[in-house]
């Protein structure tokens, strides 16, 4: 998912700095052209650069928030989960308040199944920044995997108005709540959102991936074969190959085609000795 960094303004951070143990005002606005420097750069796609801006910007001051807190989320990106926890910690001794902080931790915490502590930073986030959907949305997440489907579709909704309001929902949090509505057989509810989800991002692999899912559960296999056989043909997204695989197989075998249902199972085990690759 795309994780929006907020820049703060130079002024807001001079304005900070006059609080006691600060750096000079000259330091901390080095450090907040090398942080924009850096935001720059990562846009581009430029993480090495965008890497040695934001070593600029902490050598000039330790506790920049927004530095630690880009830094985090590159080191999540290329799977370095101590540098960004490190990061995070930081950031958020630095400035509790920074919900931006909170809500990235929340998200570390959460990528390390530490469901507790995810709860907790997600929800100080929500609460420090009440029109960010992707708290509410990761609180769901968490809620969804602890079994919780009342909180998990209380969360989602919350999530999906928030969206609504700023303008188009995100393609994840439709996906998120249909998968929530199906898993507590409210179907026709579910089609809905899926219907919305496919006008809204028509060639978005999880969308039919969800479709296939919801029509294989409605009793209608072949429509679900054809959803899973579109959704292989789209880009990669969060679902994998062998989850839409494993649709193919079920969907096959439920409508009584034996050997597609053969040969999704043979790719299965084809593909299965790569996954830890």
Known sequence: MNLQVPVLPTLALLLVAAAAGQPPDADLSRAQ????????????KNLSGSLAALEEALSADP???PALTLKAKIAISVNRPDIAGECLKRAVAADPSSWYARFLFGYWYYLRSDWPRALSELGTARKLNPQYPRSPLYLGMVYERLGDSQKTLT???????LEEAAGTPDVYTLVAYSRGLQSLGRLD???????RALKLYPNHRD???????????KGDPKGAAQAGEAALLLPIEDVTELQIRYLLARAYQADGDDQRASEQAAAIRAAKPQEGK
């Open 33 to 44: 052209q090398a942080y924009e420097k850096a935001n720059a750069l990562f846009e581009q």
């Open 63 to 65: 506790n920049h928030v």
């Open 155 to 161: 969360y989602y909704e919350e999530a999906l108005k």
């Open 189 to 195: 509810e579910c089609a809905k959102v899926v219907n």
């Open 207 to 217: 969308v039919y991936y969800e479709l296939g899912q919801l029509l294989l559960k």
